[in-house]
């Protein structure tokens, strides 16, 4: 049982991980180029994109919370492992919720002057949301070493 949790946990943490890096080193730059210096369409196309996402989001931050907090309960020989895990989901969780919750509704609102900071502003979060899940998924496959 414990490794379907284990596998269930890393594939939900990898598939969140590699969703965001795929959107920011791969979509984003794309998008960039392919519409130049047309940025109305490019936002256009990205809110398209980005619209609906955030419940499916939610739930898989939350699978990845009750699976880890499930392998806690299996295994708490590293619980700190577990806890700083914990904590790093729980920040990146407060970035989604921001970028989620005020970022968007503030960028779709934007005047055009304002989108460019916007836009900056999200690659900071987005980076920074990545980071500390990536880190996260590193201590999960440090911990199967201890």
Same mark, same amino acid.
């Given at each position: 049982?414990?490794?379907?949790?284990? !596998? !269930?946990?890393?594939?939900?943490?990898?598939?969140?991980?590699?969703?965001?890096?795929?959107? =920011?080193?791969? /979509?984003?730059?794309? =998008?960039?180029?392919?519409? &130049?210096?047309?940025?109305?369409?490019?936002?256009?196309?990205?809110? /398209?994109?980005?619209?609906?996402?955030?419940?499916?989001?939610?739930? +898989? !931050?939350?699978?990845?919370?009750?699976?880890?907090?499930? +392998?806690?309960?299996?295994?708490?020989?590293?619980?700190?492992?577990?806890?700083?895990?914990?904590?790093?989901?729980?920040?990146?969780?407060?970035?989604?919720?921001?970028?989620?919750?005020?970022?968007?509704?503030?960028? /779709?609102?934007?005047?055009?002057?304002?989108?460019? /900071? +916007?836009?900056?502003? $999200?690659?900071? $979060?987005?980076?920074?949301? +990545?980071? =500390?899940? &990536?880190?996260?998924?590193?201590? &999960?496959?440090?911990?199967?070493?201890?």
């Amino acid at each position: 049982m414990t490794a379907l949790v284990a !596998i !269930i946990h890393a594939g939900l943490a990898a598939a969140w991980v590699g969703g965001m890096a795929y959107s =920011l080193f791969v /979509v984003q730059p794309k =998008l960039k180029r392919y519409f &130049g210096p047309d940025a109305a369409g490019r936002e256009a196309l990205t809110t /398209v994109i980005a619209s609906g996402n955030r419940w499916k989001v939610v739930g +898989l !931050i939350a699978a990845i919370a009750l699976s880890g907090l499930g +392998l806690l309960l299996f295994d708490s020989g590293h619980w700190w492992i577990h806890a700083v895990k914990g904590l790093l989901l729980l920040m990146a969780t407060a970035i989604f919720w921001y970028v989620s919750w005020k970022h968007w509704p503030a960028r /779709v609102f934007a005047t055009a002057a304002e989108v460019p /900071v +916007l836009q900056r502003r $999200l690659i900071v $979060l987005a980076t920074t949301m +990545l980071g =500390l899940a &990536g880190f996260a998924f590193a201590l &999960g496959v440090l911990a199967t070493h201890l």
